[in-house]
């Protein structure tokens, strides 16, 4: 389990060299949701922002994530698409979930 974890993990850093950039020159996540929204906690887990929910709901009791730019201490805040989480480490860009085409 662990060794998967640390695959997907290093997958997800190798994959931050292909995003876009913000202004600052920091490397931006794209996420993209497969429900409405995901709580902040497990967004900073599936992300690899954060090591376990442990951390993820450290790193938001001690204000170190803000949500469109607020300072965000609710744990389980809903994120919706269009909204961008920002860490010391990295924005992370949330998009809504692509849709296939319906079948004919």
Not at 45 to 60: E, L, N, P, R, W
Not at 66 to 95: C, M, N, S, W, Y
């Amino acid at each position: 389990m662990r060794q998967a974890q640390a695959e997907a993990a290093a997958c997800l850093r190798q994959n931050h060299a292909c995003r876009c950039k913000l202004g600052r020159g920091v490397k931006t996540i794209e996420f993209e949701l497969r429900e409405d929204f995901i709580p902040l906690d497990d967004l900073l887990k599936a992300t690899g922002m954060a090591s376990s929910g442990g951390a993820a709901k450290a790193m938001i009791a001690q204000g170190k994530v803000r949500l469109d730019g607020v300072i965000e201490l609710r744990k389980a805040r809903k994120v919706f698409a269009g909204q961008i989480v920002e860490t010391d480490t990295a924005p992370i860009r949330i998009h809504a979930r692509t849709r296939p085409a319906p079948a004919v």
